[in-house]
């Protein structure tokens, strides 16, 4: 069974930073690309960062609204897909899912920006 | 980047009743085209890939279908689960989502 569990939201300040983990089992992690995707509260889905696998040397893609202010990266012995955002404002207040294959999804992890 | 606009936002329904949802892109995206429903509790399920295939443990009551740049969601008799939001995506290149619509009880 293929469990995902995202972690390391919670309050901070503007201006302020945060690393958001997903842990996964249950799948050959190295095969698959990664997914970040977000929703703001009472708003739709967007997509936020994308990394490859080792195949594709791990390349990464973002949103234009955030690139310059995210990094996602993996760790392949743990399974685990990584999302730092920096200078954090208001709008980035939303619940961020981790996806693989845009099949399995996560309960994703709340994150409020505000002062 | 690929716009997607669905419609419509809010579309009310009875039990047992046939709905379609629309996805329109704003450029050809091939048949690159997903369907997905999100409960209120924030659980995400996917339903449809690449327009027209179920995901596995989907009812059949749910089909996809189009192509080019119009895409739909047909629920053929709804049941009490299916009210919720529904969002499209392409995956043609970076990935958008349709803004959403929200099937709600008549």
């Known amino acids: 069974e293929v469990q995902i569990l995202e972690t390391g939201g919670g309050l901070v300040k503007p201006g302020g930073s945060l690393r958001l983990s997903c842990a996964t089992s249950?799948?050959?992690?190295?095969?698959?690309?990664m997914n970040w995707v977000r929703q703001a509260p009472g708003k739709g889905l967007e997509w936020v960062a994308q990394i490859r696998n080792k195949n594709y040397n791990y390349a990464t893609y973002y949103a234009e609204s955030l690139e310059g202010r995210v990094t996602i990266s993996r760790d392949d012995s743990k399974s685990s897909v990584y999302l730092q955002v920096s200078s954090l404002r208001a709008e980035d207040t939303a619940i961020y899912y981790c996806?693989?294959?845009?099949?399995?999804w996560g309960q994703g992890v709340m994150v409020t920006v505000s002062s | 980047d690929i716009q997607m606009t669905q419609s419509p936002s809010s579309l009310p329904a009875s039990l047992g009743e046939r709905v379609t949802i629309s996805c329109r892109a704003s450029?050809?995206?091939?048949?690159?085209l997903n369907w997905y429903q999100q409960k209120p509790d924030g659980t995400i399920k996917p339903l449809i890939y690449y327009t027209s295939n179920l995901q596995s443990g989907v009812p059949s009551r749910f089909s996809g279908s189009g192509s080019g740049t119009d895409y739909s969601l047909t629920i053929s008799s709804l049941e009490p689960e299916d009210f919720a939001m529904y969002y499209c995506?392409?995956?043609?290149?970076?990935?958008?989502f349709g803004g959403g619509t929200k099937l709600e009880l008549k």
């Open positions: 995506q392409q995956d043609a290149s970076f990935p958008t």
């Open positions: 249950g799948f050959n992690f190295n095969d698959y690309f």
């Open positions: 450029q050809g995206i091939s048949n690159n």
């Open positions: 996806t693989i294959l845009w099949v399995y």
